[in-house]
């Protein structure tokens, strides 16, 4: 009997976790999981990244994918998950653009090189809990590639932080991939602020170690920096 409600507790663990295996550019999906987006380490055991100042936080990956996938600038993205996404927290999106002499099949994302396109705020549904947009979907919501950002190849971030246990140090989790992409009809913005992964997260942001019990939703603070505005 403790054998089987040992097992059941596995499974339900085992739900609430997820990976992100494929990228959806403008409603047409890559062919299979992990061919542009990098297989992430947890891609079996699904378990997130709870240390935001390691390694694992900028892909979470060992390998690079066979393939790059071509992005019109002013595309619309998200990423399909592996299980439903129904923990509360912030779906976040980061773009790296590939030094010169790197391609996206090789470069690490390694420097202050990310800057962040898009970020969620949560809103208090009917049974007065915090409620993130996309939260409790089998994709990571919807965000715009910047229409003004320069043409080339890119590593495209995605992020979801599950902050049910976020009230101890260390227990929010981050379920990420990275994605090798090139993007083509941009412009000539200058995207920022730029900055490094690891290094943009620390345990005691007020986005990563945080009460939702105790603050207002629109005092929510995504981690990282602030989004950037192409305008
Ligand atoms: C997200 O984008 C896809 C196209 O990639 C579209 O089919 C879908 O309706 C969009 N979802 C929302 C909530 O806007």
């Not at 910047?146 to 080339?152: E, K, R, V, W």
């Not at 730029?194 to 005092?219: M, T």
Request: with cysteine; aromatic share 10%.
């Amino acid at each position: 009997m403790k054998l089987f409600t040992g097992i059941l507790l596995g499974a339900v663990a085992a739900q609430a976790h997820y990976t992100f295996p494929r990228l959806v550019v403008n409603g047409k999906a890559e062919e299979k999981d992990w061919s542009v987006t990098r297989m992430t380490k947890n891609a079996q055991g699904k378990q997130g990244v709870e240390n935001p100042t390691s390694a694992d936080i900028r892909c979470y990956s060992s390998q690079a994918a066979a393939n790059v996938a071509d992005v019109p600038a002013g595309s619309t993205i998200h990423y399909v998950s592996t299980q439903q996404i129904n923990h509360p927290g912030p779906t976040q999106y980061y773009l790296a653009k590939v030094p010169a002499g790197s391609s996206a099949a090789k470069f690490d994302g390694s420097g202050a090189v990310w800057f962040k396109f898009h970020t969620t705020m949560p809103t208090i549904d009917k049974n007065k809990q915090f409620t993130w947009p996309g939260q409790n979907l089998y994709t990571t919501v919807n965000a715009t590639i910047p229409d003004n950002i320069p043409d080339g190849e890119y590593l495209l971030r995605v992020e979801h932080i599950a902050l049910h246990m976020a009230m101890q140090a260390n227990k929010a989790q981050f379920y990420l991939s990275c994605s090798q992409i090139r993007i083509t009809g941009g412009g000539n913005g200058t995207p920022g602020p730029l900055v490094a992964l690891p290094g943009a997260y620390k345990s005691n942001d007020p986005g990563i170690l945080v009460n939702l019990g105790a603050i207002k939703p629109d005092a929510y603070q995504p981690p990282g920096p602030a989004v950037w505005s192409d305008s």
